[in-house]
């Protein structure tokens, strides 16, 4: 009587046969994102590799210097070269490479989805529960279409990170847009300005900094996706962190970890900079 009763639902067997649709239906538009993401990513790799480690070094003070102060970019390029020190220099090379490759992504594909959302309310309302679940789903179940469509590596990483870090700079876009002061719209209005020009002359620009503080986020989550990116065979920093689970290697676990930390602290720092800059300057006019 305590048993279950022999109730049985097949509800993963048919999302395998759509999965295994897509792969048949979109083998094409599959093969064009995986040449893509591997082009971006062999091209930022390319690009940070052929920079000397000391001009790297330069970039990451300025960044620091500019967005934060003197003693944050000192304290930054310190970070960077402790990485250097411990051997992971080409390891965090790829991880900047791969967390760029898919915020880049997300951006290109979430803040038009944003805008989009600002702008319709049916649009809003299907959206809402699909971000819903991709930003409460555990991460770990989207390595399986990310291994299903592209196979093992780092292709593979970006399209679990996508899914992963997408939601919030979709979110906080729409949000941004919508947060415009109405007067202001309506002021751009009765100067005759079409719905292009009051998108991108008055309501970008003022929802400008929301729309950083998404950026910022969807960067962040994208940094925390790298080691569990790297049970699908993404390389980098993650990759070194599984290795060292593998090998109970407390060393290389520290190492590895406290680098991802340090990446994360600049991000971080480097672009709530950024937005601050944004705020400052509408605050200016």
Not at 33 to 38: L, P, R
Not at 89 to 95: A, G
Not at 246 to 263: K, M, P, T, Y
Not at 272 to 285: I, L, N, P, S
Request: hydrophobic letters at 55%; one cysteine or more.
């Amino acid at each position: 009587m305590n048993d279950f009763p022999d109730i049985q639902s097949h509800l993963g067997d048919y999302v395998s046969d759509f999965v295994d649709f897509l792969d048949t239906a979109l083998s094409g538009l599959f093969d064009f994102i995986f040449f893509v993401s591997s082009r971006t990513i062999n091209g930022i790799e390319a690009f940070l590799d052929f920079l000397p480690w000391w001009v790297f070094l330069v970039l990451i003070f300025l960044l620091g210097w500019y967005f934060k102060s003197l003693w944050s970019g000192l304290l930054y390029a310190f970070f960077i070269f402790l990485i250097g020190t411990f051997g992971l220099w080409e390891e965090m090379m790829m991880t900047i490479s791969i967390v760029l490759s898919a915020v880049l992504i997300c951006l290109i594909i979430g803040i038009p989805l944003g805008v989009w959302m600002a702008f319709s309310k049916g649009f809003s309302t299907v959206m809402r529960p699909i971000l819903d679940a991709m930003q409460t789903m555990p991460s770990f179940v989207y390595l399986i279409p990310a291994i299903f469509f592209f196979g093992l590596g780092n292709v593979s990483a970006i399209f679990a990170t996508l899914i992963y870090a997408l939601p919030p700079v979709i979110r906080l876009t729409e949000l941004a847009i919508r947060g415009v002061d109405p007067e202001v719209v309506e002021s751009a209005q009765s100067f005759g300005s079409s719905r292009w020009q009051m998108l991108t002359k008055v309501q970008l620009p003022q929802a400008l900094p929301t729309i950083m503080a998404g950026v910022n986020q969807t960067t962040m989550m994208a940094l925390a996706m790298v080691v569990i990116a790297s049970m699908v065979g993404a390389q980098g920093l993650g990759e070194q962190v599984l290795i060292s689970i593998n090998r109970i290697d407390i060393a290389l676990g520290f190492e590895a970890g406290i680098s991802i930390v340090f990446l994360a602290i600049i991000i971080d720092r480097v672009t709530g900079g950024v937005a601050d800059r944004f705020q400052k300057h509408r605050r200016a006019k």
